[in-house]
T-cell receptor, first 112, second 113 residues
Framework: KAGVTQTPRYLIKTRGQQVTLSCSPISGHRSVSWYQQTPGQGLQFLFE???????NKGNFPGRFSGRQFSNSRSEMNVSTLELGDSALYLC???????????FGPGTRLTVT | EDQVTQSPEALRLQEGESSSLNCSYTVSGLRGLFWYRQDPGKGPEFLFT???AGEEKEKERLKATLTKKESFLHITAPKPEDSATYLC??????????????FGKGITLSVRP
């Protein structure tokens, strides 16, 4: 079974630009969660989608948004990039609540 | 607010020297506690899920245990390939229907040959 895939793997953007990251979950998984990982803050929850609906959102500004498509693939968007948005963005999928989440390799975003 | 604290922050072991990693947590109601392993530049790799106090899970040299306030990841006779960052995360029953995980900062384990 194929794992969670994320594209692109690396991205360099300039302050003020916007970026879209993509995630394809494991086949059959309907829940997709996004996390930001930085050396200082560790892994922090961004938001979670289930059957195209956002069920929960972490404590991040409105510049961070996402969506999920009918095939469970998900995208997240960050607008008006700031230097502090430089991080590893991880996507995870799971079968249902309470089940383990499987993570993708992440997208390394660098904002200059 | 859910909280997860892992200790120590870093641990250096000699090959074969057994030890334990600690994860203390505070949640309104525990749906599940998860252990992950993360290698540099990669996404976390799932290891174990524990659901109730007293539960234990084992995989090769790793054994995870759970009490009402903490979880331990015991590493028996570690090898250099066990070197990684070990992450602990909890899922709270009372946040409703969603899969949000709250993570600790992780424990960086180095095993010397």
């Amino acid at each position: 079974k194929a794992g969670v895939t994320q594209t692109p793997r690396y991205l360099i953007k300039t302050r003020g630009q916007q970026v879209t990251l993509s995630c394809s979950p494991i086949s059959g998984h309907r829940s997709v969660s996004w996390y930001q990982q930085t050396p200082g803050q560790g892994l922090q929850f961004l938001f979670e989608y289930f059957s195209e609906t956002q069920r929960n959102k972490g404590n991040f500004p409105g510049r961070f948004s996402g969506r999920q498509f009918s095939n469970s693939r998900s995208e997240m968007n960050v607008s008006t990039l700031e230097l502090g948005d430089s991080a590893l963005y991880l996507c995870a999928s799971s079968l249902a609540d309470g089940y383990e989440q499987y993570f993708g390799p992440g997208t390394r975003l660098t904002v200059t | 607010e859910d909280q997860v604290t892992q200790s120590p922050e870093a641990l250096r072991l000699q090959e074969g020297e057994s030890s334990s990693l600690n994860c203390s947590y505070t949640v309104s109601g525990l749906r599940g506690l998860f252990w992950y392993r993360q290698d540099p530049g990669k996404g976390p790799e799932f290891l174990f899920t524990l659901y109730s106090a007293g539960e234990e899970k084992e995989k090769e040299r790793l054994k995870a245990t759970l009490t009402k306030k903490e979880s331990f990841l015991h590493i028996t006779a570690p090898k250099p390939e066990d070197s990684a960052t070990y992450l602990c995360a909890v899922q709270d029953l009372r946040t409703g229907a969603n899969s949000k995980l709250t993570f600790g900062k992780g424990i960086t384990l180095s095993v010397r040959p």
